[in-house]
């Protein structure tokens, strides 16, 4: 079984910071990439950073130069650093990692239960 658990979600003003958490825990062989996406009511959910194994880091436009995606591989542990943070950020937050549970898996994809993070003016 695999499980991703988010933290770090919360209200704040517009202009400040959050950093959210994901960790991932289980039966886990690799992880080929991690990333955060998220879901305003309403909307569809859009990827807002990625996290390769190899090091790349993909963000969506709406977030670059404010938001920052990092992973601790030792600990299976995303983050993403959100700054100067805008009411249009408010979302749900959910982590995905694509992982292999054994050496010879495939990759697949999987969803942390998200995390709410709310901007006011």
């Known amino acids: 079984q695999v499980r991703l658990v988010e933290s770090g979600g919360g209200l704040v003003q517009a202009g400040g910071s959050l950093r959210l958490s994901c960790a991932a825990s289980?039966?886990?062989?690799?992880?080929?990439?991690m990333g955060w996406y998220r879901q305003a009511p309403g909307n569809q959910r859009e990827l807002v950073a990625s996290?390769?194994?190899?090091?790349?880091?993909d963000y969506a436009v709406s977030v670059k130069a404010r938001f920052i995606i990092s992973r601790d591989s030792g600990k299976n542990t995303v983050y993403l650093q959100m700054n100067s943070l805008k009411t249009e950020d408010t979302a749900g937050y959910y982590c995905?990692?694509?992982?292999?549970?054994?050496?010879?898996?495939?990759?697949?994809?999987?969803w942390g239960q998200g995390t709410q993070v709310t901007v006011s003016s």
């Open positions: 995905n990692a694509a992982l292999q549970r054994t050496r010879y898996s495939e990759s697949k994809g999987y």
């Open positions: 289980g039966s886990i062989s690799s992880i080929n990439a």
């Open positions: 996290s390769s194994s190899s090091g790349n880091r």
